[in-house]
């Protein structure tokens, strides 16, 4: 194993860059190579690891020698294509961003990649390696016994602006509830450790990006919704999402609910919007509340400052990429979000997109035949 485990990036856009500002806390890791066609963000990405190589094409990039492994943090969209691109010149280790694709239309190809390429793939799901949300995960089953309904809200800030607007459009990004709710849908799996097999949802476009125009076209992307799921083990979850209430004190509220109890979480959203007047941010909570005897304990679950500085996750992007490293380096087998967990999550997404546009439920059955 080399000293140094080195990074090259595809797309180095917001998220890229918290991407990097992670790796470069990591013990024996370091960015080599950068492809970012944005000048703009490309400075930027040039600032954070000043010994890294920008270059001008995908295929420059997985030229240089030296690189250990891939990260994919490119615009939705472009994530099934650049697989491809690996599977076709270089097979490293992949981390790919969420969500892995952003059209059905995609999916055959995806499966191709899947059955045929030869390294690992680990699906950048962030959400569940939050510390709050890491600890919920932790104590879920033992203090519910056994979850019967899961409630994940997320009351936030609106999108933010991307370069060239991408994540304004569906056709882009996936749609509101593939490209920012996907996270979500992971975690309902994890949680509960069954399959969905019906999703009903409601949403709408009510309050953010209704003047906006881009080459004389409006948004239309979601900004709130509610989404239920059925599960195959008779539990249920919902999500509530909305995203024009960033004046709230928590960014994520998940509940779980069983015979024996209730486990909440509370997270924070990122500390660079939190306003300077009202003192330091909320610190991460966890709240078992057992029915018998009765009486919630809390607890909080502080995350490290450096963690946060680096980023708007609670310092998941870091713990996220520490497992990462250990697929890298031979440590662990396998990841532990695969391919296939990152294509449920976006199933699930797109059946939420489709039951909001025809107002309907969605079988799973109706999407995951497309799935294999």
Partial sequence: MPDITNYGIIGCGMMGHEHMRNIALLDGAAVAGIFEPDAGMA?????????ALLVDSIDTLLAIPDLDCILIASPNFRHVEQLE???AKRHLPVLVEKPLFTDLDQLARLNDFAET???????????RYMPPIAAFLDSVDGATGGIKMMTIREHRFPFLEKVGDWNRFDRYSGGT????CCHFFDLMRLALQSEPLRVMASGGQ???HLDERYDGQKPDILD???????????????LELCMFAEGAEYQEEVSAVGPTGKVE??????GRFWPEHLGEAPTPQLIVSPRHPKGPVKQDIPVDPALLDAGDHNGSTYYQHQKFLELVRGERDKAEVTLDDGKMAVLMGMAAQISVKEKRSVLLDELIPLKR
Wanted: hydrophobic letters at 50%; aromatic letters at 14%.
């Fill in 224 to 238: 709130n919704g509610y989404v239920i799921v059925d599960f195959a083990n008779g539990s249920r979850a919902m």
């Fill in 117 to 127: 390429y030869p390294s690992p793939v680990w699906v950048a799901m962030e959400y």
């Fill in 85 to 87: 691109m690996l599977a």
């Fill in 177 to 180: 509830f593939v490209e920012k």
């Fill in 43 to 51: 400075q930027i990405a040039q600032s954070i690891a000043p010994d």
């Fill in 206 to 208: 009510d309050a953010n």
């Fill in 265 to 270: 979480a509370f997270v924070p959203g990122p």
